[in-house]
């Protein structure tokens, strides 16, 4: 069985079973976008508040969850796939994520929180390498998409001191934006503006009506979150994507994808490193600080600075007692003690595993899915998932340069990225297979 035109053909080598494979699918991605215990969170921002990673339900969920992803790629997913998904490059970051634990302030802590952020990659995983047809796979985002939106707008409407923050903590000016069921505003705006694109996904391929609705009340809870971050980068992506499509040189279409993320780091985290960038912008927009980041990040990279090779180690560096019980640095004027992230995944990914882990985890997420992403066709099957892909990766790279996910456990955001990343990864290998194949298979 190969890669098809047909819209009921595999995407990529089926087991034989006679039963469905979307349901399956569609419970673990439900299950991690909305989590065990959806509507018990409480602001982000409040500093020594524990994610919801380190609530107990969630432990044992998350860890059911492991076991029961495990037994699905190894009983229901042909080996063709799960030889796709292990690549060098990941297997070369797992020692790097090894000494970051090690290095941490609380090693035993770190090794639980990176259990359950692989088990979140072990269910995009499991999650991709289910569906056995595209029409499979429209069903089980479809069901997760529409549950995750129904639950965040019954969490605004019925439940507002858990869906609408409340302008409490340090953050009072996010009074009355919508959140739904997730810690942040800018957390639900990211997810939901993922979902919009599954949601434009599913109406092109055998479900325009309801396609269409979940796209609609995605972008309309975005609004309402006040996330101005997304409602730029959204449209962003999608334009990116578009003209990439019909580029056919490899290098001219790498170089347009990957454009607009480099440019996003050089105005962002680049305008600290190099003053001179920073000095450029606000010479245009005067008191620029993109909501206190720049003070968070000339923090965190002066930190940086003094354990350059090996950084902190894993969730060691921001909300512990080594930024919270410090002296506020005179020369900034955002209070970095109560901050939980660095507000870029780059330096945290810097701060957590060291320049030279950053380095490599560029080349993991980065470098490898625009390389599977220049295999994939532009047409048929492929060419549909590998469009829907690289616009979720593309739009939740540009939002790294201004939020922390990486392998945050809880963190959706982090999940629709891992779903870009392995579904670029698992499209190309089956796209190569097929090409390879004998023409009379």
Same mark, same amino acid.
């Given at each position: ?118 088990? #979140?990659? !072990?269910? %995009?995983?499991?999650?991709? &390498?289910?569906?056995?047809? @595209?029409?499979?796979? *429209?069903?089980? +985002? $479809? ?123 050089? #105005?962002? !985290?680049? %305008?600290?490193?190099?003053? &001179?960038?920073?000095?450029? @912008?606000?010479?245009? *927009?005067?008191? +620029? $600080? ?152």
């Amino acid at each position: 069985m190969t890669l098809a035109h047909d819209h009921n053909q595999t995407w990529y080598r089926p087991i034989a079973a006679p039963r469905s494979s979307w349901l399956p699918s569609a419970l673990i991605l439900t299950i991690v976008l909305i989590s065990f215990r959806p509507f018990t969170s409480t602001d982000v921002n409040l500093p020594g508040q524990q994610s919801a990673g380190g609530d107990i339900i969630n432990q044992l969920g998350f860890g059911l969850l492991g076991l029961i992803c495990l037994y699905l790629l190894a009983k229901k997913t042909c080996s063709s796939s799960i030889n796709a998904l292990l690549h060098p490059l990941w297997i070369v970051l797992l020692p790097v994520l090894a000494i970051s634990i090690f290095n941490a302030d609380n090693p035993v802590g770190a090794m639980r929180a990176m259990v359950f952020s692989l088990i #979140v990659v !072990l269910a %995009a995983a499991t999650a991709l &390498s289910l569906p056995r047809n @595209l029409s499979e796979l *429209v069903s089980a +985002l $479809t069901m997760a998409s529409a549950v995750t939106i129904g639950l965040s707008y019954f969490a605004v409407f019925a439940f507002p001191e858990q869906g609408v923050h409340d302008g409490s903590g340090f953050e009072a000016f996010h009074d009355g934006l919508w959140r739904g069921i997730y810690d942040h505003k800018n957390i639900a705006a990211s997810v939901l503006g993922c979902l919009a694109l599954f949601g434009w996904f599913v109406a092109r391929n055998g479900k325009p009506l309801t396609g269409i609705a979940i796209a609609l009340a995605a972008l309309g809870f975005v609004v309402q979150a006040g996330s101005k971050t997304v409602l730029g980068i959204l449209p962003t992506s999608i334009l990116i994507v578009a003209l990439a499509h019909w580029v056919t040189w490899r290098p001219l279409k790498m170089f347009i994808l990957i454009l607009p993320i480099a440019l996003l780091a050089t #105005v962002t !985290l680049g %305008a600290v490193i190099f003053p &001179s960038i920073l000095d450029e @912008l606000r010479s245009h *927009v005067p008191g +620029l $600080t993109y909501t206190g980041r720049t003070d968070i990040w000339i923090f965190g990279l002066d930190s940086l600075n003094k354990s350059p090779w090996l950084g902190y180690g894993f969730e060691s560096f921001w909300n512990t007692p080594r930024v919270a019980n410090m002296v506020q640095p005179i020369d900034l004027n955002w209070d970095v003690r109560g901050i939980v992230h660095g507000h870029n995944s780059w330096l945290d990914a810097a701060l957590a595993f060291g320049i030279p882990g950053a380095v490599l985890l560029a080349a993991v997420l980065i470098l490898l899915p625009l390389i599977d992403y220049c295999r994939i066709p532009n047409s048929g099957n492929a060419g549909k998932l590998g469009n829907l892909f690289i616009t979720i990766w593309i739009f939740t790279s540009l939002g790294a340069c201004l939020e922390s996910f990486f392998f945050r456990r809880a963190d959706p955001v982090w999940f629709c990225m891992l779903i870009a990343i392995i579904g670029l990864r698992l499209t190309a290998h089956m796209s190569s297979q097929h090409i390879r194949a004998p023409k009379g298979r």
